[in-house]
Every structure is written in structure tokens, then in C-alpha cells.
């Protein structure tokens, strides 16, 4: 399962990293990018996911039952909005798999 914060640019990710991506948990509190979202990963990609439209913060809480944990989180543009980035990474970390992978950028 991965993480996803903010508009990732999931096609180039997904085909030309060759990464096996099963379920996605999104979270994107900009509607404009659910939508996207949406398109993206059910259209294109044809994956089964999940939006969540709240803040990857401090107190975010997982509420999914097809994961518990993440393989991978992504923080793409978006901590510079964030009131604590430093706890909402620290925070985000304890949802990581062990040997799970968060990239920021």
C-alpha cells in the first residue's frame, strides 16, 4: 500500500519505475486534485484506491481497512502548508511498514 500526499505524477511513476502498486491511500485535502485523483488511478491506471480528503498532519489517523501501514509515503509540494512539517513527517512515519520508504520533495 503507499501514501500518497498531493498530486503525484502517478503514470510516469508507476511505468517507468516499473513499481508494483496493488492499493493506494491518497491524501489530498484540494478538491481540484481528488478529482484528478480520481481520474488518474481509476481511469488510467485502473487501481483500486482510496481519497481521503483530510491533512497528512500531526493528527491524521489511517482510517482504512484494506491497510494499516504504508510501503511508501510521498510529500510532494505540500509541507510548506503544513503548521508543524516537522511533526507531521515524524507523525507520518509511524505509519511506515518496516523497511517503508517516505520520499519528500
Not at 513499481?19 to 491506471?45: C, F, Q, R, T
Not at 505540500?78 to 519528500?104: C, E, N, Q, T, W
Request: hydrophobic fraction near 40%.
Amino acid at each position: 500500500s503507499s501514501g500518497i500526499n498531493a498530486e503525484w505524477p502517478l503514470r510516469p511513476g508507476v511505468r517507468e519505475l516499473g513499481l508494483k502498486i496493488e492499493y493506494i491511500y491518497a491524501v489530498e485535502p484540494n478538491a481540484k486534485h481528488v478529482s484528478e485523483l480520481h481520474s488518474v488511478m481509476g481511469g488510467d491506471l485502473g487501481l483500486e484506491y482510496k481519497v481521503s480528503s483530510s491533512f497528512f498532519d500531526t493528527e491524521f489517523q489511517l482510517e482504512d481497512s484494506k491497510c494499516d501501514m504504508f510501503d511508501f509515503i510521498l510529500f510532494s509540494h505540500s509541507l510548506y502548508g503544513f503548521d508543524d512539517s516537522r511533526g507531521s513527517v515524524l507523525h507520518a512515519s509511524k505509519f511506515l511498514k518496516p523497511g517503508g520508504k517516505m520520499l519528500i520533495f
